[in-house]
């Protein structure tokens, strides 16, 4: 039944020659490439938050969109018609997943029991919605940064007491994405890191961090949820330095505090490029470490230093970030949730489904593009060649193990100069746009 997008038909895929903006041109479903269809490649997902919550608001002015699932006075009427557009929206679009954080679905009431029955009620209606479309949770999350007790963070915050309240959201929010069937849970480290440094004890609070995150493994032991767990690493926004820095950051610091079997990562595009690396990097971290979990697929703008949260549209990048991920053996529990939003200006419920849309296809050209690479070996033939000292002669004894300085220092006297090989950066750089 059609309540909220009564006048958008379902989104089919209808080919290139296709003009119509409610149509894929590209992103084939049932379509398959290399031995998957594409459906189960992206395992693509709406971010509850930016597609329905979010309004258009920034620091500049209050909301622009006027959506039909508000138009109440009532918060938990509001909390079930968003709800019920947002099912109405996952299956019109034809996506498999859908992701969100506790306070997105259902509002606070004035104590933390009561708000508790608030989330449960809604989820009912979720869990309905998910058996009646067939629409499955990728992950679920903990909003524990927007409300003012977390001004200095959550399970970094100066006051146990906010440690405490924090651990009992992420536990019921756990509750409910096991409810739910989630596949994953992640932890975004909202308000995680410091405006100064003068006010602040950084190694207690990364103590604390890593505290945190045991107490949510045991917890996850404890109720039997297999959904995995993911960190979602950002360099900065909301705090001035986010603990979770980066990829390497928090692979690091997964190791030092033994948690590295528990967690992968969420990479956001958006905070790749914020931590001054690209999109593909971070991915490309990850796969080296066998630690790539999901991706919050998004962009931001090269000219502005915040998360703009754009939809992804770059070919290149959706390009080499599928590349990427096909390479590390594709998603399991993961996939490409669009933490995106629609810009100020895009202010009708069409608008969603042009981003979604938009993007999906950027992401299913991006498929074709890698597919192609990978099974035609160009570029990894070229990087194969780049190595291939190491398969023979002294690179394959170093990398057996079996010399050391002394062996080298003798090996570079009675050689002498190394042979200089060029990089061919700019052939490299040809072969990638003869498939984008
Ligand atoms: C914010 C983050 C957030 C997480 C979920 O920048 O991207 O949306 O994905 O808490
Ligand atoms: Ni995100
Ligand atoms: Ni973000």
């Given at each position: 039944m059609s309540e909220f997008f009564k006048s958008i038909p379902n989104i089919k895929f209808e080919g290139t020659d296709s003009k119509n903006p409610f149509a894929f041109k590209h992103y084939n479903p049932q379509e398959i490439v290399m031995g998957k269809?594409?459906?189960?490649?992206?395992?693509?997902?709406?971010?509850?938050?930016?597609?329905?919550?979010?309004?258009?608001?920034?620091?500049?002015g209050p909301g622009t969109m006027i959506r039909p699932w508000d138009d109440s006075s009532d918060e938990m009427e509001v909390a079930e018609m968003t709800m019920r557009a947002a099912f109405e929206f996952f299956t019109k679009l034809g996506v498999g997943f859908w992701c969100f954080h506790d306070r997105?679905?259902?509002?606070?009431?004035?104590?933390?029991?009561?708000?508790?029955?608030?989330?449960?009620k809604i989820v009912d209606l979720a869990e309905k919605l998910q058996k009646d479309t067939g629409v499955k949770l990728l992950w679920g999350t903990t909003n524990a940064f927007a409300h003012r007790r977390f001004m200095s963070g959550a399970s970094t915050n100066p006051s146990p007491?906010?440690?405490?309240?924090?651990?009992?959201?992420?536990?019921?929010?756990?509750?409910v994405t096991h409810r739910l069937g989630g596949q994953g849970y992640t932890f975004w480290g909202g308000r995680e890191g410091y405006e100064t440094l003068l006010n602040t004890d950084l190694k207690r609070e990364l103590e604390h961090l890593a505290a945190f995150l045991h107490m949510a493994v045991d917890y996850k032991k404890k109720i039997g949820f297999t959904g995995q767990f993911y960190i979602e690493p950002k360099p900065k926004e909301?705090?001035?330095?986010?603990?979770?820095?980066?990829?390497?950051?928090?692979?690091?610091?997964?190791?030092?505090?033994?948690?590295?079997?528990?967690?992968?990562?969420?990479?956001?595009?958006?905070?790749?490029?914020?931590?001054?690396?690209?999109f593909h990097h971070e991915l490309e971290f990850c796969t080296a470490n066998g630690i790539l979990g999901s991706?919050?697929?998004?962009?931001?703008?090269?000219?502005?230093?915040?998360?703009?949260?754009?939809?992804?549209?770059?070919?290149?990048?959706?390009?080499?970030?599928?590349?990427?991920?096909?390479?590390?053996?594709?998603?399991?529990?993961?996939?490409?949730?669009?933490?995106?939003?629609?810009?100020?200006?895009?202010?009708?419920?069409?608008?969603?489904?042009?981003?979604?849309i938009g993007a999906m296809d950027a992401f299913a050209r991006g498929l074709k593009?890698?597919?192609?690479?990978?099974?035609?070996?160009?570029l990894a033939d070229?990087?194969?060649?780049?190595?291939?000292?190491?398969?023979?002669?002294?690179?394959?004894?170093?990398?057996?193990?079996?010399m050391g300085f002394d062996e080298l220092e003798a090996y570079s006297i009675k050689n002498g100069e190394p042979n200089i090989k060029s990089g061919r950066q700019e052939l490299f750089e040809n072969v990638l746009n003869e498939y984008v």
């Open positions: 269809t594409m459906a189960d490649h992206m395992r693509f997902g709406v971010a509850y938050w930016h597609t329905f919550k979010g309004g258009g608001a920034d620091p500049f997105d679905i259902a509002p606070e009431a004035d104590n933390l029991a009561e708000t508790n029955k608030r989330l449960d007491e906010v440690f405490a309240y924090a651990a009992s959201q992420v536990k019921k929010a756990m509750e909301p705090t001035k330095h986010q603990y979770d820095f980066d990829a390497a950051g928090v692979y690091g610091f997964l190791i030092k505090n033994g948690l590295e079997k528990d967690f992968k990562l969420n990479i956001e595009a958006n905070h790749a490029t914020l931590a001054g690396h690209t991706v919050d697929a998004n962009r931001g703008d090269y000219l502005l230093g915040w998360d703009t949260d754009q939809f992804p549209t770059d070919i290149n990048d959706t390009t080499l970030a599928m590349y990427t991920i096909l390479r590390s053996g594709g998603f399991t529990t993961g996939g490409l949730n669009f933490d995106a939003k629609v810009r100020r200006q895009s202010t009708d419920i069409d608008d969603l489904f042009f981003a979604h593009n890698a597919a192609k690479m990978i099974q035609d070996g160009a070229m990087v194969k060649q780049r190595y291939s000292g190491w398969d023979m002669g002294i690179g394959a004894e170093i990398e057996n193990g079996k």
